[in-house]
Protein backbone atom coordinates (compact mmCIF):
# COMPACT_ATOMS: atom_id res chain seq x y z
CA UNK A 1 0.00 0.00 0.00
CA UNK A 2 3.05 2.01 0.63
CA UNK A 3 3.91 1.97 -2.99
CA UNK A 4 0.18 3.23 -4.02
CA UNK A 5 0.35 6.30 -1.78
CA UNK A 6 3.67 7.14 -3.57
CA UNK A 7 2.58 6.99 -7.30
CA UNK A 8 -1.10 9.38 -5.97
CA UNK A 9 1.92 11.28 -4.49
CA UNK A 10 3.86 11.96 -7.64
CA UNK A 11 0.45 12.10 -9.83
CA UNK A 12 -0.86 14.96 -7.95
CA UNK A 13 2.47 16.73 -7.56
CA UNK A 14 2.56 16.81 -11.40
CA UNK A 15 -1.60 17.80 -12.09
CA UNK A 16 0.08 20.64 -9.76
CA UNK A 17 2.79 21.57 -11.90
CA UNK A 18 0.34 23.02 -14.46
CA UNK A 19 -1.48 25.98 -13.44
CA UNK A 20 -4.56 28.04 -14.87
CA UNK A 21 -2.96 30.05 -17.02
CA UNK A 22 -1.56 26.51 -18.96
CA UNK A 23 -5.00 24.50 -18.23
CA UNK A 24 -6.74 27.54 -20.29
CA UNK A 25 -4.25 27.38 -23.16
CA UNK A 26 -4.49 23.45 -23.43
CA UNK A 27 -8.57 24.33 -23.80
CA UNK A 28 -8.40 26.93 -26.15
CA UNK A 29 -6.02 25.25 -27.65
CA UNK A 30 -7.70 21.86 -28.23
CA UNK A 31 -11.26 23.39 -28.83
CA UNK A 32 -9.93 25.65 -31.40
CA UNK A 33 -7.63 23.30 -33.30
CA UNK A 34 -5.91 25.81 -35.78
CA UNK A 35 -2.91 27.94 -35.37
CA UNK A 36 -4.01 30.91 -33.39
CA UNK A 37 -1.69 33.47 -35.67
CA UNK A 38 -3.22 32.50 -38.91
CA UNK A 39 -7.00 32.31 -37.91
CA UNK A 40 -5.95 36.23 -36.54
CA UNK A 41 -4.37 36.92 -39.50
CA UNK A 42 -1.07 38.00 -38.07
CA UNK A 43 2.46 36.60 -37.74
CA UNK A 44 4.41 34.76 -34.83
CA UNK A 45 6.30 38.24 -34.01
CA UNK A 46 3.36 40.80 -34.23
CA UNK A 47 3.48 43.31 -31.85
CA UNK A 48 0.50 43.46 -29.04
CA UNK A 49 -1.28 46.50 -30.79
CA UNK A 50 -1.24 44.60 -34.52
CA UNK A 51 -2.98 41.28 -32.39
CA UNK A 52 -5.49 44.27 -31.02
CA UNK A 53 -6.14 45.92 -34.56
CA UNK A 54 -6.59 42.39 -36.25
CA UNK A 55 -9.20 41.77 -33.38
CA UNK A 56 -11.10 44.85 -34.58
CA UNK A 57 -11.12 43.49 -38.40
CA UNK A 58 -12.60 40.20 -37.69
CA UNK A 59 -15.29 41.04 -34.77
CA UNK A 60 -16.86 43.04 -37.68
CA UNK A 61 -16.70 40.46 -39.81
CA UNK A 62 -16.90 37.18 -37.47
CA UNK A 63 -19.91 38.89 -35.55
CA UNK A 64 -22.93 36.43 -35.38
CA UNK A 65 -24.99 39.55 -36.42
CA UNK A 66 -23.13 39.91 -40.09
CA UNK A 67 -21.87 36.18 -39.81
CA UNK A 68 -24.52 34.22 -42.12
CA UNK A 69 -22.50 30.66 -40.96
CA UNK A 70 -24.14 28.05 -39.69
CA UNK A 71 -20.94 28.14 -37.45
CA UNK A 72 -21.07 32.04 -36.67
CA UNK A 73 -21.08 31.48 -32.81
CA UNK A 74 -18.54 28.85 -32.44
CA UNK A 75 -16.64 31.32 -34.97
CA UNK A 76 -16.62 34.18 -32.67
CA UNK A 77 -15.86 32.52 -29.26
CA UNK A 78 -13.08 30.98 -30.70
CA UNK A 79 -12.27 34.66 -32.21
CA UNK A 80 -12.60 35.76 -28.60
CA UNK A 81 -10.94 32.88 -27.07
CA UNK A 82 -7.49 33.08 -29.08
CA UNK A 83 -7.42 37.07 -28.45
CA UNK A 84 -7.69 36.83 -24.89
CA UNK A 85 -4.55 34.10 -24.97
CA UNK A 86 -2.57 36.52 -27.43
CA UNK A 87 -2.95 39.68 -26.14
CA UNK A 88 -1.35 38.46 -22.65
CA UNK A 89 2.08 37.87 -22.76
CA UNK A 90 2.66 35.26 -20.18
CA UNK A 91 -0.48 33.33 -21.93
CA UNK A 92 0.80 34.10 -24.96
CA UNK A 93 4.50 32.89 -24.28
CA UNK A 94 2.48 29.53 -22.91
CA UNK A 95 1.27 29.08 -26.27
CA UNK A 96 4.09 29.51 -27.91
CA UNK A 97 5.69 26.67 -26.11
CA UNK A 98 2.80 24.36 -27.33
CA UNK A 99 3.10 25.41 -30.85
CA UNK A 100 7.08 24.50 -30.33
CA UNK A 101 6.60 21.17 -28.13
CA UNK A 102 3.16 20.28 -29.04
CA UNK A 103 0.66 19.33 -25.95
CA UNK A 104 1.34 17.31 -23.28
CA UNK A 105 0.65 13.42 -24.12
CA UNK A 106 -0.45 12.38 -20.48
CA UNK A 107 -3.83 13.48 -19.12
CA UNK A 108 -4.73 13.61 -15.61
CA UNK A 109 -8.02 12.59 -13.98
CA UNK A 110 -7.89 16.40 -12.73
CA UNK A 111 -7.20 17.93 -16.02
CA UNK A 112 -10.17 16.22 -17.88
CA UNK A 113 -12.73 17.55 -14.95
CA UNK A 114 -11.64 20.58 -15.99
CA UNK A 115 -11.70 20.54 -19.54
CA UNK A 116 -14.96 19.09 -19.14
CA UNK A 117 -16.88 20.97 -16.04
CA UNK A 118 -14.51 23.93 -16.00
CA UNK A 119 -13.51 23.04 -12.33
CA UNK A 120 -10.57 24.13 -10.69
CA UNK A 121 -7.50 22.28 -9.43
CA UNK A 122 -8.51 21.95 -5.85
CA UNK A 123 -11.93 20.67 -6.26
CA UNK A 124 -11.17 17.92 -8.65
CA UNK A 125 -8.25 16.91 -6.43
CA UNK A 126 -11.19 16.67 -3.66
CA UNK A 127 -13.61 14.92 -5.41
CA UNK A 128 -10.71 12.55 -6.99
CA UNK A 129 -9.55 11.96 -3.03
CA UNK A 130 -13.29 11.29 -2.16
CA UNK A 131 -13.87 8.37 -5.09
CA UNK A 132 -10.17 6.86 -4.59
CA UNK A 133 -11.36 6.56 -0.85
CA UNK A 134 -14.70 4.69 -1.57
CA UNK A 135 -13.46 2.93 -3.96
CA UNK A 136 -10.73 1.43 -1.59
CA UNK A 137 -13.10 0.51 1.06
CA UNK A 138 -15.22 -0.98 -1.14
CA UNK A 139 -12.34 -2.78 -2.62
CA UNK A 140 -11.41 -4.15 1.07
CA UNK A 141 -14.96 -5.05 1.80
CA UNK A 142 -14.92 -7.07 -1.85
CA UNK A 143 -11.92 -9.31 -0.89
CA UNK A 144 -13.51 -9.83 3.03
CA UNK A 145 -16.23 -11.44 1.29
CA UNK A 146 -14.71 -13.48 -0.83
CA UNK A 147 -11.59 -14.73 1.39
CA UNK A 148 -15.10 -15.83 3.87
CA UNK A 149 -16.69 -17.53 0.85
CA UNK A 150 -13.61 -19.56 -0.20
CA UNK A 151 -12.99 -20.42 3.42
CA UNK A 152 -16.83 -21.47 4.16
CA UNK A 153 -16.68 -23.68 1.06
CA UNK A 154 -13.21 -25.76 1.65
CA UNK A 155 -14.34 -25.85 5.92
CA UNK A 156 -17.64 -27.27 4.55
CA UNK A 157 -15.96 -30.05 2.02
CA UNK A 158 -13.88 -30.93 4.78
CA UNK A 159 -16.99 -31.32 7.69
CA UNK A 160 -19.11 -33.06 5.66
CA UNK A 161 -18.07 -36.24 7.92
CA UNK A 162 -18.72 -34.27 11.00
CA UNK A 163 -21.59 -34.26 12.79
CA UNK A 164 -22.76 -31.11 14.72
CA UNK A 165 -22.02 -33.21 18.15
CA UNK A 166 -18.22 -32.87 17.30
CA UNK A 167 -18.07 -29.11 17.46
CA UNK A 168 -16.79 -28.62 13.76
CA UNK A 169 -19.63 -26.06 13.51
CA UNK A 170 -18.08 -23.70 16.56
CA UNK A 171 -14.92 -24.34 15.16
CA UNK A 172 -15.52 -23.28 11.58
CA UNK A 173 -17.48 -19.49 13.45
CA UNK A 174 -14.18 -19.62 14.88
CA UNK A 175 -12.53 -19.31 12.00
CA UNK A 176 -14.43 -17.26 10.11
CA UNK A 177 -14.26 -14.86 12.89
CA UNK A 178 -10.74 -14.66 12.74
CA UNK A 179 -10.55 -13.46 9.29
CA UNK A 180 -9.47 -9.61 9.38
CA UNK A 181 -12.35 -6.84 8.24
CA UNK A 182 -11.89 -4.00 6.66
CA UNK A 183 -11.75 -0.57 8.22
CA UNK A 184 -11.72 2.74 7.92
CA UNK A 185 -8.67 3.44 8.96
CA UNK A 186 -6.93 1.44 5.99
CA UNK A 187 -7.94 4.23 3.74
CA UNK A 188 -6.70 7.00 2.21
CA UNK A 189 -7.72 9.98 4.80
CA UNK A 190 -5.78 7.71 7.48
CA UNK A 191 -3.00 5.95 5.39
CA UNK A 192 -1.57 9.34 3.66
CA UNK A 193 -0.59 10.72 7.74
CA UNK A 194 0.71 7.49 9.04
CA UNK A 195 2.96 7.51 5.38
CA UNK A 196 3.85 11.26 6.13
CA UNK A 197 5.08 10.05 9.62
CA UNK A 198 6.89 6.88 8.16
CA UNK A 199 8.85 9.24 6.01
CA UNK A 200 9.77 11.74 8.18
CA UNK A 201 10.73 9.10 11.01
CA UNK A 202 12.38 7.30 8.77
CA UNK A 203 15.11 10.14 7.33
CA UNK A 204 16.84 9.49 10.88
CA UNK A 205 17.09 6.14 10.54
CA UNK A 206 18.43 6.54 7.38
CA UNK A 207 21.24 9.10 8.08
CA UNK A 208 22.18 6.59 10.64
CA UNK A 209 22.48 3.76 8.64
CA UNK A 210 24.36 5.88 5.87
CA UNK A 211 26.92 6.86 8.94
CA UNK A 212 27.46 3.42 9.49
CA UNK A 213 27.87 2.20 6.14
CA UNK A 214 30.31 4.97 5.37
CA UNK A 215 32.32 3.96 8.42
CA UNK A 216 32.17 0.66 7.39
CA UNK A 217 33.59 1.05 4.25
CA UNK A 218 36.30 3.81 5.74
CA UNK A 219 37.59 0.91 8.01
CA UNK A 220 37.39 -2.06 5.16
CA UNK A 221 39.68 0.55 3.18
CA UNK A 222 41.98 0.93 6.28
CA UNK A 223 42.36 -2.92 6.44
CA UNK A 224 43.01 -3.28 2.93
CA UNK A 225 45.70 -0.58 3.18
CA UNK A 226 47.38 -2.18 5.80
CA UNK A 227 47.30 -5.51 4.13
CA UNK A 228 49.13 -4.38 1.11
CA UNK A 229 51.53 -2.54 3.30
CA UNK A 230 52.49 -5.61 5.12
CA UNK A 231 52.92 -7.78 1.48
CA UNK A 232 55.23 -4.81 0.58
CA UNK A 233 57.19 -5.05 3.77
CA UNK A 234 57.37 -9.10 3.64
CA UNK A 235 58.67 -8.31 -0.15
CA UNK A 236 61.28 -5.92 0.57
CA UNK A 237 62.57 -8.38 3.21
CA UNK A 238 62.92 -11.18 0.98
CA UNK A 239 64.60 -9.10 -1.86
CA UNK A 240 66.81 -7.70 0.78
CA UNK A 241 67.74 -11.52 1.90
CA UNK A 242 68.32 -12.52 -1.65
CA UNK A 243 70.87 -9.63 -2.59
CA UNK A 244 72.84 -9.93 0.55
CA UNK A 245 73.36 -14.13 -0.05
CA UNK A 246 74.73 -12.70 -3.65
CA UNK A 247 76.81 -10.51 -1.98
CA UNK A 248 78.21 -13.09 -0.23
CA UNK A 249 78.49 -15.69 -3.02
CA UNK A 250 80.98 -12.65 -4.55
CA UNK A 251 82.63 -11.55 -1.92
CA UNK A 252 84.12 -15.40 -1.79
CA UNK A 253 82.47 -16.89 1.49
CA UNK A 254 84.05 -20.36 2.89
CA UNK A 255 84.33 -23.27 0.58
CA UNK A 256 82.91 -26.42 0.44
CA UNK A 257 85.48 -29.51 1.29
CA UNK A 258 86.19 -31.66 -1.39
CA UNK A 259 85.05 -35.40 -1.05
CA UNK A 260 87.19 -38.06 -0.01
CA UNK A 261 86.67 -42.14 0.14
CA UNK A 262 86.24 -43.03 3.74
CA UNK A 263 89.15 -45.71 4.65
CA UNK A 264 88.72 -49.16 5.00
CA UNK A 265 90.12 -51.92 7.69
CA UNK A 266 92.20 -54.51 6.63
CA UNK A 267 94.11 -52.12 4.76
CA UNK A 268 92.31 -52.68 1.51
CA UNK A 269 92.36 -48.50 0.78
CA UNK A 270 94.85 -46.34 1.38
CA UNK A 271 95.71 -42.95 1.44
CA UNK A 272 97.85 -41.32 -0.77
CA UNK A 273 100.00 -40.46 2.55
CA UNK A 274 100.07 -43.72 3.31
CA UNK A 275 102.05 -45.06 0.32
CA UNK A 276 105.55 -45.84 1.05
CA UNK A 277 108.12 -43.99 -0.95
CA UNK A 278 109.37 -47.29 -2.81
CA UNK A 279 106.63 -47.37 -4.77
CA UNK A 280 103.39 -49.52 -4.10
CA UNK A 281 103.16 -52.50 -1.63
CA UNK A 282 101.21 -55.81 -2.29
CA UNK A 283 98.92 -56.08 0.59
CA UNK A 284 97.18 -59.62 0.88
CA UNK A 285 94.17 -60.64 0.08
CA UNK A 286 92.29 -63.01 2.91
CA UNK A 287 90.16 -65.81 1.08
CA UNK A 288 86.84 -66.72 3.12
CA UNK A 289 85.60 -69.88 2.23
CA UNK A 290 82.07 -70.13 0.92
CA UNK A 291 79.61 -72.35 3.43
Given at each position: ????????????????A????????????EE??????EL??????????????????L????????????????????????????K???????????????????????????H??????????????????????????????????????????R?K??????????????????????????T??????????????????????????????????????????????????E?????????????????????????????????????????????????????
Open positions: MRYILIVLFMLTCSAYWDDDDLEVFDVVVNQNFYMGVTQEASSSEIKSAFKKTLKLHPDKNSAPDADIQFRNLVSVHNILDPGKREKYNEVLKNGLPNWRSAVYYYRVRKMGLAEGSIILFIIITFGQYAVGWAAYLEKRFTAEQILNSGKHTKKSGFDTGLAEILEQLPKPSIKDLPFQIPRFIWWSITAIPRGIVELKRRRKEMAEEARRQKKREEEEQQRAERAAAAAAARAARAAGGPRRRRWAPPALEGGCLLDAADEPAQGPVAVPVRHVSPL
